[in-house]
């Protein structure tokens, strides 16, 4: 058995070391890589991510998979050995399922849709976008019925970002989420103006954004030596192994908080990263869990830590002090509520914490009955704008600024939203746990050592890598599934008090 996964381990490890090569290109080119390098560029990580995909698909990987899964039955689940077999016996699966044929239509409707979707939005014409919506959407039927069988035919596609995952699980949370969060929402549109938040659209220089961003994620436990970061269009992280995670960040001076806010977001991916377990090394095990689990990390730091009170009362001086023009005459306090200043808005990526997660649930119920046959593609635009002035309050004057917003659809990203929301949610549950093992953690806060919150989120997370599921990590760590109740409960006391409600 142990000649077996060696084998196994040998050939996947070629197959990490071109997506990782790929990935160093690919930073590459979002960071230092003049204009005119653009061309050659996407032919070397075309071919470096093809040669990725044929090890994974390839008989060899599953011939070698059969063989082991047979001798597996007595190894620990937990175990590498076993999480290797399982979770490549999945990348395997996803790979050989669909047939080639339809991948590339796929991948070719999805290269013509962006670029169409791009004019459609510029010029707000749904009706150009449409057909080749409505394509995408059938070309996604037939990629789930690949899966067969399932509950739902969302669920596979829910499963392909989030493993584990199914529609009926994300419904228990998201249906229950909704009252309360649409009626919060409510209840502080009625008080907005009680917090101002204009003092945070004063210039504030690119270099003090920088020093103080690198000063923060420093003491929260990034690890530079294995680290490094960079100014791009688009804040990023990016990792080639546990041992080189770089993020990026974006300056945009009139807002002060944006850059450090998204730095210390990018943080928490990239400490998740750092943090993976050395014996997963080059087994593509070596990488965080899935994209809700990540994003329960950035936000954790980026939320829960960095737009609290007690992180502030140990930082704020320091911002002063490098920002005494802008925030001299201005009290902490001023200055923490309009950090976390709510107003509901059309557009999601520019969304406060509290309004975040309905544009979420609006895009998951839409792409629920868009799968099933109840809404279709040319009824969005009006489904769209009745559900944003149900859940908050606004309706978009336009279809670019409503149903046209996110890239997503257009590149065939349908059962991807949902994932931006757990992240969320398992966040507060995670943070919600942390207290419960250890009380004195916002005291710690409050005096500027992150490192036991480090230790806590690498002994239950991080380590693990790509081991276990989201579902599974929530078992494990809070002894039960994923659960709203501890998300809305922190809204509600947070964003109660800001408001006065
Ligand atoms: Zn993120």
């Given at each position: ?26 930073w ?12 050659a560029?996407?032919?070397q ?25 047979k001798?597996?039955?007595g190894l ?10 399982r979770?490549l016996?999945r990348?395997?699966?996803r790979?050989?399922?669909?047939p080639l044929?339809l ?15 791009q ?12 057909p080749l919506?409505?394509k995408t ?6 990629w789930a019925?690949?899966?067969k ?7 596979p596609?829910l ?6 995952i ?13 009252p309360?969060?649409v009626k ?10 009680v917090?101002?938040?204009?003092l945070l ?7 003090g954004?920088?020093?103080?961003g ?15 970061i ?7 992280t990016?990792?080639?192994?546990r ?7 974006r300056?945009?001076e009139?807002i ?5 806010m ?19 090394y ?13 994003e ?25 002090a ?6 001299g005459?201005?009290?902490?306090e ?6 976390n ?27 629920n ?7 279709s593609?040319?009824?969005l635009?009006?489904e ?7 859940y ?6 336009n ?7 996110d890239v ?10 949902p ?10 549950q995670l ?11 916002p005291?710690e806060i ?11 989120l690498?002994?239950?997370i991080?380590r693990?890598g ?6 599974e990590l ?28």
């Amino acid at each position: 058995m142990q000649d077996k996964l060696n084998q196994l381990k040998k050939l996947i490890g070629r197959a990490v070391d071109m997506e990782r090569a790929a990935s160093v290109l690919e930073w590459d080119q979002e960071t230092y890589m003049p204009p005119g390098g653009g061309e050659a560029r996407a032919d070397q990580i075309a071919t470096l991510r093809s040669a990725f995909h044929e090890i994974f698909a390839s008989d060899e990987a599953g011939r070698l998979l059969d063989e082991l899964e047979k001798e597996a039955a007595g190894l620990d689940y937990d175990s590498d050995e076993a999480s290797l077999i399982r979770v490549l016996r999945r990348e395997h699966e996803r790979r050989v399922r669909v047939p080639l044929e339809l991948a590339e239509e796929l991948a070719r409707t999805a290269s013509l849709a962006q670029q169409v979707w791009q004019k459609a939005r510029a010029n707000n014409d749904f009706k150009s976008f449409e057909p080749l919506l409505a394509k995408t959407v059938e070309l996604k039927h037939r990629w789930a019925e690949c899966f067969k069988p399932y509950e739902n035919i969302y669920d596979p596609l829910l499963d392909y970002y989030e493993p584990g995952i199914t529609y009926r699980q994300i419904d228990a949370v998201f249906s229950a989420l909704k009252p309360p969060l649409v009626k919060l929402v409510k209840d502080i549109t009625a008080r907005l103006d009680v917090v101002d938040d204009t003092l945070l659209s004063q210039p504030f220089g690119a270099e003090g954004q920088m020093a103080f961003g690198r000063e923060v994620i420093t003491a929260l436990g990034y690890d530079f030596e294995r680290g490094r970061i960079d100014f791009s269009a688009h804040p990023f992280t990016i990792h080639f192994g546990r041992d080189d995670v770089r993020i990026t960040t974006r300056i945009v001076e009139g807002i002060g908080s944006s850059a450090l806010m998204s730095t210390v977001h990018e943080a928490g991916h990239a400490m998740y990263e750092q943090g993976t377990s050395p014996t997963l090394y080059r087994t593509w095990l070596d990488q965080g869990a899935s994209m809700s689990v990540h994003e329960s990390q950035s936000r954790f730091y980026e939320n829960i830590i960095g737009r609290s009170r007690p992180f502030w009362r140990y930082w704020y001086p320091r911002l002063q002090a490098i920002f005494p023009n802008q925030l001299g005459q201005v009290d902490m306090e001023t200055f923490y509520r309009a950090l976390n200043r709510v107003q509901p808005s059309l557009i999601r990526v520019e969304a406060d914490e509290v309004t975040y997660g309905l544009h979420v649930i609006l895009r998951f119920e839409l792409e629920n009955d868009l799968m099933n046959g109840r809404v279709s593609v040319s009824d969005l635009p009006k489904e769209w704008n009745a559900r944003m002035e149900a859940y908050l309050g606004v309706v978009p004057p336009n279809d670019a600024q409503g149903v046209l917003q996110d890239v997503h659809w257009s590149v065939g990203y349908i059962g991807y939203f949902p994932d931006y929301l757990l992240g969320s949610i398992f966040s507060v549950q995670l943070w919600e746990q942390m207290l419960k093992e250890r009380p004195s953690v916002p005291a710690e806060i409050e005096a500027g050592q992150y490192g036991a919150i480090l230790d806590w989120l690498r002994e239950k997370i991080h380590r693990h890598g790509m081991k276990f599921t989201l579902p599974e990590l929530s078992e494990r760590i809070t002894g039960g599934p994923l659960r709203w109740e501890p998300y809305m409960n922190y809204l509600q006391t947070k964003y109660g008090e800001i408001y006065g409600l």
